[in-house]
């Protein structure tokens, strides 16, 4: 069983309660600031072609867009998550809004690939802090359980919602007001939140000592070589699972991930205490979020090649067909609220993804000559009702029986179990559907869409595989009801 919280508490519990118009401004402050840091994972896919076209980007160049965020935002998110309990939630949040807001504002304004691809690595690692620090937030605000309920889905949501919607704004900002917009869009939504934050987010300090009790031997190593696992499984897209380029950054990934468990175990202060990675809950729950990033990282990326490669949608009406997803997933978690005191955690985990794994299947049929009204939109609609049905819960989950003061370790946890869980399905399902689709090719040379949807179809199933993983998992969590002890 997970232990109970310490009486003896030197974190943000500190800080005096706040009232209800400030807890209910808190809530907004915390879901609208995770939802502009998961919106940006997705954001610039669509607008891509329109940067490579302007600032003259080579394929990798182009690639590199979307995967500078990517390392600095998994890579730093156990970092990020221990700033918050070390530093205190407050001064984490406004640090990662600041860096993340300049990072959006210097991208916008880039006139070279090199400077974007610099803006969007800063942008990452400001997330890296700011999204543990949001779910830190949400922990230490609302402590009665109903009430961390209720705040949990709307986080969940919006949460969901973020990704999902990602292409819709993109598309629609790239072809209404040109490319720097999906970058610039942030600037305005993250001054607007420094100045509610400053106003309503409760100052308090963190455990005593602060930064000089930060693991710097253990923070380096798990940051190293979470990056390095992170790069090598990104490598793999270019260069392929035989090469070099990727299993030397795997291996290098191993040593120094082996490595930072050795020093976790010897120093004073550890980033990570190995007793919290021994909680089964906590344990099994983090490799359900895992494999629930792994499905839907990839679903987003093979649905939308999908439209715009195989069925000749544009980036604006590709973007609009998530749109029936992401009010899919936002009603999801809805439900997900309203019965998680009834039900447990459990069983909406186990039966939400058990729906993803029937939808993902389903999805797996995709035609050449197909539609999205006749292809994509039921099986679409109810892989993403049954995602949005499991995240909260498995959130929750991840989070619960977790002492104040480490608040912020768990919500990195968490969050890095996502992206990696992300990164990884992503990479491998996408050289399953590239290497299908060119054996394909080289039986059926003469129609490409059938290819490419044969290709989008594998890594569909295999994202079935990983939704049926994750409620396989789900049933090995304890039966207990949100809010026990």
């Known amino acids: 069983m997970d232990t109970a919280p310490s009486p003896q508490r030197t974190g943000d519990d500190r800080a005096p309660a706040p009232g209800p118009r400030s807890t209910a401004a808190i809530l907004v402050i915390a879901c609208a600031a995770q939802f502009m840091v998961i919106l940006d994972v997705s954001i610039v896919n669509v607008a891509l072609p329109a ?26 998110l156990l970092l990020g998550g221990r700033a918050a309990d070390l530093v205190g939630t407050k001064r984490a949040f406004l640090t990662g809004l600041t860096a993340f807001t300049l990072a959006s504002l210097v991208g916008g304004f880039a006139t070279s690939g090199g400077l974007l691809i610099a803006a969007r690595a800063v942008q990452g690692v400001g997330g890296a802090v700011l ?6 937030l949400i922990m230490t605000t609302f402590t009665e359980p109903a009430a961390r309920t209720r705040a949990m889905g709307a986080w969940s949501a919006v949460m969901a919602a973020g990704g999902a919607t990602g292409a819709v704004i993109g598309g629609v900002l790239t072809e209404y007001a040109g490319w720097r917009w999906v970058l610039f869009v942030n600037v305005p939504i993250g001054a607007a939140l420094l100045v509610a934050a400053l106003a309503y987010v409760p100052a308090a300090t963190g455990a005593r000592g602060g930064l000089r009790r930060m693991d710097l031997p253990g923070a380096i190593t798990v940051t190293a070589g979470l990056t ?25 990934a191993v040593v120094l991930l082996a490595g930072f468990v050795a020093v976790e175990s010897r120093v004073a202060h550890p980033l990570v205490p190995l007793a919290i990675l021994r909680r089964r809950t906590l344990a099994t729950a983090n490799l359900v979020v895992i494999a629930i990033g792994a499905a839907m990282f990839s679903m987003w990326f093979l649905l939308s090649l999908y439209m715009q490669q195989a069925l000749g949608y544009s980036a604006l009406e590709a973007g609009l067909c998530f749109l029936p997803g992401s009010l899919s997933i936002i009603a999801g978690a809805r439900i997900a609220t309203r019965l998680i005191g009834r039900t447990g955690a459990r069983p909406l985990l186990v039966t939400g993804m058990a729906l993803s794994t029937v939808g993902f299947a389903w999805l797996s049929q995709i035609r050449g000559d197909g539609s999205f009204a006749g292809d994509v939109v039921a099986p679409f609609v109810l892989a993403t009702l049954g995602t949005g049905l499991a995240t909260m819960p498995a959130t929750m989950t991840a989070t619960s029986g977790t002492a104040a003061h480490e608040a912020g370790l768990a919500s990195g946890l968490v969050n890095t179990s996502r992206q990696v869980g992300g990164a990884l399905g992503l990479a491998v ?11 394909q090719l080289a039986a059926h040379t003469h129609d490409v869409p059938a290819a490419l949807a044969a290709g989008y179809g594998r890594g569909l199933l295999l994202a079935a595989v990983c939704a049926a993983l994750a409620a396989l998992g789900g049933l090995a969590l304890p039966g207990r009801r949100a809010g026990e002890s």
């Open 51 to 76: 940067m490579r076209s302007e600032l003259h980007l080579s394929g990798a160049g182009q690639q590199w867009i979307v995967n500078a965020y990517t390392l600095g935002f998994a890579g730093l």
């Open 429 to 439: 399902l996408g050289t399953v559907a590239s290497h299908t689709t060119a054996t």
């Open 228 to 252: 390095s696992l992170v790069y090598g499984i990104i490598a793999s897209e270019t260069h392929g699972w035989g090469s070099l380029a990727v299993w030397g950054p795997i291996a290098a």
């Open 131 to 136: 999204a543990p620090a949001t779910l830190t």
